[in-house]
Nanobody, 124 residues
Framework: QLQASGGGLVQSGGSLRLSCAAS????????IGWFRQIPGKAREIVSC????????YYAESVKGRFTVSRDNAKNTAFLEMTNLKPEDSALYYC???????????????????WGRGTQVTVSS
């Protein structure tokens, strides 16, 4: 089971740190993905971290502002979001065990385990 948390309402330019805690799922060796979805639009990948070599991928829209990290010992992943913009407002999901191989430019949308989303709202 996965649970994302840390969302909230923040002003433009502000920061939030999302957490993804797992129970019954091992993070070590598995890719971690962060996705977001706006009502009426397709879910999009925001970032992922390889379970193979910890290399990371970021969508162009968040590059330089978001940072993904993980603590395998605690089975927890994080998404540090800074300089937030209104267009970052969405329901954010974490996922485990998918395809994330940034070293080979291979990043996929399919993951085996998904958590409930946490809402991020950025006001202008």
């Amino acid at each position: 089971q996965l649970q994302a948390s840390g969302g909230g309402l923040v002003q433009s330019g502000g920061s939030l740190r999302l957490s993804c805690a797992a129970s019954g799922i091992t993070f070590d060796g598995n890719a971690i993905g962060w996705f977001r979805q706006i009502p009426g639009k397709a879910r999009e990948i925001v970032s992922c971290m390889s379970g193979y070599d910890d290399t990371t991928y970021y969508a162009e829209s968040v590059k330089g502002r978001f940072t993904v990290s993980r603590d395998n010992a605690k089975n927890t992943a994080f998404l540090e979001m800074t300089n937030l913009k209104p267009e970052d407002s969405a329901l954010y999901y974490c996922a485990v065990d998918g395809v994330c191989l940034p070293r080979f430019s291979i990043v996929g949308p399919q993951y085996d385990y998904w958590g409930r989303g946490t809402q991020v709202t950025v006001s202008s």
